[in-house]
Structure formats: C-alpha cells, structure tokens
C-alpha cells in the first residue's frame, strides 16, 4: 500500500523551480507582488475543492461534478443572501447543500452501483442546467459587507484568506490521512477493498463519507468564490474537478486509490498553478494553453501508472 508519491515530490520541487527561473527570465513581473498574490488566490480554490477529491481518490472514489457542485453552491449562497438571510446561516445552509448532493452522489455509485464516472458527470450536467434555468445564464450579484471579507481579507499583502484557509484544510486532512485510523482505513478502502472487507472494515461507508465530504469542501470552494466575486455564477467553477485531480495526481496521489499524501497534493497545486501562470508569460494562445493543460494532466495519469507498476513489481518480488 503506497502511501504517498515521495519517489515523485523531489522531482516536482525541482520541476516547480526551473518553470519560475525560465518564467522569471521571459518576464521580469513573475515575482511582482500582484502576480503572486494572484498565484496564491488561484490555488485556493482548486485546493480547496482538491483537499476532497484527494481523499476521495485515496479511499477508491471518483467524482466529476465537483465544478458544478461548486457553482451551485455559488448561486444557493447568493440567492440566500439576496433573500435577507444572515450571511453565516447561508453558508451553513450551502454547506448543508453541497453534502446532500455528495449523499446523492454515494446513493447512486456505491447504491445503485453505477459507475463513479457516469454518475457524477450525469449530477455535474444537471447541476449546470439548473443553475442555468436559476439564473438565466447571468450573475446573481449579491451584497453583504461581512460575507465578501470571506473572500477580500488579506495578509500581509499577499496572503489571502481563501488561500488561509485552503491550507488549514490541507494541514488538519493531512494529520487526518497520516495519523489517525480513519485515515488508514481510507488507504485500506482503496489500495485493496476486498481486503478491507475481509477484516471488517465497510468500504461502501467510507467511501460515503467521502463522496459527502468531496461535495461539502466544493460548495465551500464555491463558497468562498462567490465571496470575492461578489456574485454567484453557473460557469465559475466548472473546470476545476480536471485542476483538482491534475493536482492531486501530479502531487502523488493514486488515481486508482491507495495512496498519496496532502503534502504531495499541495505541491503539485503548485507546480500546476506555476505551470498555468507560466504559460500566460510566455505568450501562449489561449488554445493552445489547453492542449499544454490537457498534456499536464496525461503525463500526471503517466507518472501515476509508472507508480503503480513499480510498486506491483516490488511487492510480488517480495512475496
């Protein structure tokens, strides 16, 4: 059982450091104070919403609407708001609503045993719909002085609170996966869920709980979007389940469960993000900007493979 990509992070670091020397030397403003700020911003979004589609992956799970998820969240908050609800009450509620639509997300894959894939692209494209018909393809603008310090709040001039609380979420889930049993059953659920099975542990509820904790951190994503956008939107969001996975695979985690770590997580968060600011300096048309992604995210699904086999081999050697 692989419990984190260690082989792969030194690699990454390196990788992350030639990208911003080869950036820095196309321009001079990588390092200026806005572009970092905005580098920082950018990962907390996709972080947040990748803190539970880490642990999802790890425990054998998959799901694709958390963009939509995100943006639903978006909208439910603004609408809310817009209606005189406090803004703490609407975001507990949004909360509420993001894990029910995890709950529904567990009902029919590990329910009605249909495919992680084809179930949640089926949720993501009902959830764009309705937030369509909602909204009617337009910005639902909100105001609420306390909740858009959800999303302006800056430290030190660069650290943003979004991004505070992204890494919060990634220290507490890391202690979670590395220190405490529920996090060794995640690894168990799904390195191998016949095993689990046989020593008593119940993978089907794990993996619930991890469908309800997925959703529930992508409608805090989009939470927290909606807060410095200061409107809620249908399309914010979307895009962001292949940034979460990307990252989260580039960082060591088992696209096929059983392992990673948050630590790896965050790096490849930041490899990814250096790796799409990189490409605007440099230039590059905005479609080509999506193959380069694209190719991002099959040589993450390449690395993850390499992984997986060299482990296979070592652990049949040693049997």
């Not at 694709?64 to 609408?79: D, E, N, P, T």
Request: hydrophobic letters at 55%; proline letters at 1%; a positive charge.
């Amino acid at each position: 059982m692989l419990r984190s990509g260690s082989k792969v992070l030194p690699l990454l670091i390196v990788l992350i450091l030639v990208l911003a020397l080869f950036t820095s030397l196309r321009s001079q403003y990588l390092f200026n104070i806005d572009n970092l700020r905005g580098i920082l911003n950018a990962m907390s979004l996709t972080g947040t919403i990748a803190v539970g589609v880490a642990c999802l992956l790890i425990g054998g799970g998959m799901d694709l609407s958390v963009g939509a998820v995100g943006c639903f969240a978006g909208i439910v908050v603004s609408l809310l708001l817009r209606g005189g609800i406090p803004w703490g009450i609407a975001i507990l509620i949004t909360l509420i609503t993001g894990a029910a639509l995890g709950a529904f997300n567990a009902f029919l894959i590990e329910g009605l045993r249909f495919m992680g894939f084809i179930a949640t692209i089926g949720v993501s494209t009902m959830l764009q719909g309705l937030g369509n018909v909602i909204t009617g393809g337009k910005a639902i603008a909100i105001s609420s002085t306390g909740f858009f310090r959800l999303g302006s709040t800056t430290f030190f001039n660069l650290l943003s609170l979004p991004f505070l609380i992204m890494l919060v979420l990634m220290v507490v889930y890391g202690v979670i996966l590395a220190r405490t049993r529920f996090g060794r059953v995640m690894y168990m659920c799904g390195g191998n869920r016949m095993a689990a099975q046989m020593v008593g542990l119940k993978p089907k509820k794990i993996r619930t709980i991890l469908h309800v904790n997925c959703s529930a951190l992508a409608a805090l994503g989009g939470i927290v979007l909606a807060a410095r956008m200061r409107s809620g939107s249908s399309t914010a969001v979307i895009g962001q389940e292949f940034d979460a996975i990307t990252a989260s695979v580039l960082g060591g985690v088992a696209f096929m469960g059983g392992g990673g770590s948050m630590g790896g997580c965050f790096i490849g968060l930041a490899l990814l993000k250096c790796f799409q600011n990189g490409l605007t300096f440099v230039g590059l048309k905005s479609y080509w900007t999506v193959v380069a992604q694209g190719a991002l995210l099959i040589a993450a699904l390449i690395v993850d493979y390499l992984n997986t086999r060299s482990l296979n081999k070592r652990l049949q050697a040693e049997q």
